[in-house]
């Protein structure tokens, strides 16, 4: 698996953003995938995941209800669309994916469970 993310830039609060993250791999529809993000100074976060067979989505408390994920196998991607978006939100977010299988429940959370990363994208919430 090969990720690309794209779709970040600058957006006033309250506003909205999607972001995509292409597979350019054939395997696609056989990973379960998140995204992540990066604030300055602060580590990586789980904001949300969806399993490989698009049938169950997690979300951070700090997203939901404001992000959505989705994955169209069709075409390989996976997106978040980001309504609502707070100043708090600013952060590089990242696209992962991981294939395996895991021994706890909870396994998307953790950034180093993930054995595939897209190279992130900057997202600015700001007026």
């Known amino acids: 698996v090969q990720l690309q993310a794209s779709g970040g830039g600058l957006v006033q609060p309250g506003g909205s953003l999607r972001l995509s993250c292409t597979d350019s791999?054939?395997?696609?529809?056989?990973?379960?995938m998140g995204w992540f993000r990066r604030a300055p100074g602060k580590e990586r976060e789980f904001v949300s995941f969806i399993r490989g067979t698009g049938d169950r989505e997690y979300y951070a408390d700090t997203v939901k209800g404001r992000f959505t994920i989705w994955r169209d196998s069709a075409k390989n991607t996976l997106y978040l669309q980001m309504n609502a978006l707070k100043p708090e939100d600013t952060a590089v977010y990242f696209c992962a994916a991981d294939s395996r299988t895991h021994g706890f429940s909870t396994w998307y959370q953790r950034p180093d469970e993930f054995e595939a990363w897209g190279q992130g994208t900057q997202v600015t919430v700001s007026s």
């Open positions: 791999g054939r395997t696609f529809s056989r990973y379960g």
